[in-house]
């Protein structure tokens, strides 16, 4: 208890206002259907389809990796096939243990039946798509057949009703083939992806720095050319800190738009699964496909079919394009992060965008309010069993989150209805605005000490919550 107060959880007990709002415990909000008349999103592309994006067929990612239209153009032209593909690629991993310590699991055969069934849609020169062959891995928070998932852990958290993620469903029915599951940061419950117990991949453009997490892993694999699109989760950023420490793309969807079941959430109300990609290009095939709604998941059924073809605005939907500027937030950035965006908030204001000043209150209540209760929610969904197995920087987060008394965890719950509140009156005022921020006010995360740190693990609160900001 005396942890939980130093964590300025409590002072969430000084705000008068939140006494106007009830708690929402839901954040999931549902664009409503689009009608006949207005621009409706398309299903997930074909083959032939995904050559229709302004960014057609970009076989060479920004940081300089093969991307999903190279590898589909190899099979096209019998250059080579995904079975002489990934058998190369899963020696490579092998061989190397900076590559190995990114993936806990990988079921051989299981991977080459995969790419055998590929290899003859190709040779019958029916591929069944944008991902058909495209080599991709899958973060251990989400469940896969023939796999365990542990969640970077010591304990068996594999879904006991059986079956692969929806989301990873989709990936694999569209002819993507899943080389294996990869490691993350013990539970997700910190920023590093350091993590004793299972290895902890090096950021691969600095290995004196994390990749940071907690989909780490899936960002080095990514980072380090071995696979162009990867998928991870995120509840506070953890598809977001790693893209942005490695150099990547990478998408937090929507909450709820993304089905995960049979899988269940630790961090219900904060986690979502989402992809990770060396290019824009392949992070829309990804997405498109990755969200496609699930008639058998009340909410994201519910949802549009995302679309992974760019197009251009209707007349109609023309109009001032309206980028929404928090500076207090901003503000805290490093100086090299804010020369970076900074000079890509000019870019953008040199193609027709205006930068207008918004006001988000109650910034660092805020993050107080969504630590507190994504750390309680993990604390609820993991056994007692499994704690005397985790690190200590983890035995310590559980112990404060089991802390949260109910009226504080309501607290936040009410502090998140006025910030959705607050946001849906900005964008009434300013339609289609796109609030910008630095994705981490920091560009990294050095490893202090490598011997000591990649031992025996690391905890520094004030840095992983700067992380998430």
């Known amino acids: 208890s005396f942890l939980w107060s130093n964590t300025g959880f409590g002072s969430l007990r000084q705000i008068p206002e939140l006494a106007d709002y009830e708690p929402r415990y ?18 997930a592309p074909t083959d032939a389809e995904s050559t229709k994006s302004p960014r057609k067929n970009e076989q060479i990612s920004p940081s300089g990796h093969y991307t999903s239209a190279h590898y589909t153009s190899l099979y096209h032209t019998r250059a080579t096939t995904p079975t002489n593909l990934i058998t190369s690629l899963l020696s490579h991993i092998s061989s190397s243990p900076a590559h190995a310590s990114a993936f806990l699991h990988i079921n051989r055969d299981r991977v080459l039946a995969a790419a055998a069934a590929s290899t003859s ?11 058909d062959g495209v080599p991709l891995a899958v973060k251990d928070e989400a469940d896969l057949d023939g796999y365990p998932k542990t969640l970077g852990s010591a304990h068996d958290f594999t879904s006991t009703e059986g079956g692969t993620s929806w989301c990873v469903r989709q990936w694999e029915e569209a002819g993507g083939i899943v080389v294996g599951k990869l490691n993350m940061h013990e539970l997700g419950l910190d920023t590093t992806n350091n993590n004793p117990h299972t290895s902890t991949p090096l950021n691969p453009h600095n290995n004196h720095y994390y990749t940071g997490g907690s989909s ?4 080095y694999a990514c980072a380090a050319g071995l696979l162009p699109i990867v998928h991870g989760a995120d509840g506070g950023g953890s598809i977001r800190i ?6 990547l793309y990478g998408l937090k969807p929507t909450h709820g738009r993304v089905s995960i079941l049979p899988t269940t959430s630790l961090a219900s ?16 095939i990804a997405y498109a496909v990755l969200a496609t709604p699930d008639p058998g998941n009340p909410v994201s059924g519910m949802f549009e079919a995302p679309s992974a073809i760019p197009r251009p605005l209707s007349a109609k939907k023309k109009g001032k394009r309206i980028l929404g500027i928090c500076e207090p937030w901003i503000s805290t950035s490093s100086p090299a992060v804010l020369t970076a965006f ?28 969504h630590a ?6 993990i604390t609820s969904g993991v056994p007692a069993s499994a704690i005397p197995n985790l690190t200590p920087a983890n035995k310590i987060l559980l112990s404060v989150g089991s802390c949260t008394p109910s009226t504080d965890f309501l607290l936040a719950q009410k502090m998140r209805n006025l910030l959705m509140q607050h946001l849906s009156h900005l964008w009434r005022e300013h339609p289609g605005m796109l609030i ?30 700067r992380s998430m900001r």
């Open 269 to 284: 109300s904060n986690g979502v699964m989402g992809p990770l990609a060396s290019s824009m290009q392949d992070l829309e």
């Open 216 to 219: 780490g892993a899936s960002a």
């Open 342 to 369: 900074n000079a890509a908030l000019t870019h953008y204001e040199s193609i027709g965008y205006t930068a207008t000043p918004i006001h988000l209150p109650h910034l660092h209540a805020a993050q107080l309010a």
């Open 372 to 377: 507190m209760t994504i750390l309680t929610e």
């Open 436 to 465: 910008v921020t630095p994705t981490t006010p920091n560009a990294g995360w050095p490893i202090d000490d490598p011997v000591r740190d990649l031992k025996h693990g690391v905890s520094d609160a004030d840095m992983s919550v």
């Open 242 to 247: 790693p893209a942005s420490y490695c150099g």
């Open 26 to 43: 839901d954040p999931t909000v549902i664009k409503l259907a689009s009608s006949p008349n207005n621009d409706s999103p398309q299903p």
């Open 121 to 131: 849609r190709y040779l019958s020169n029916k591929p069944l798509g944008p991902l």
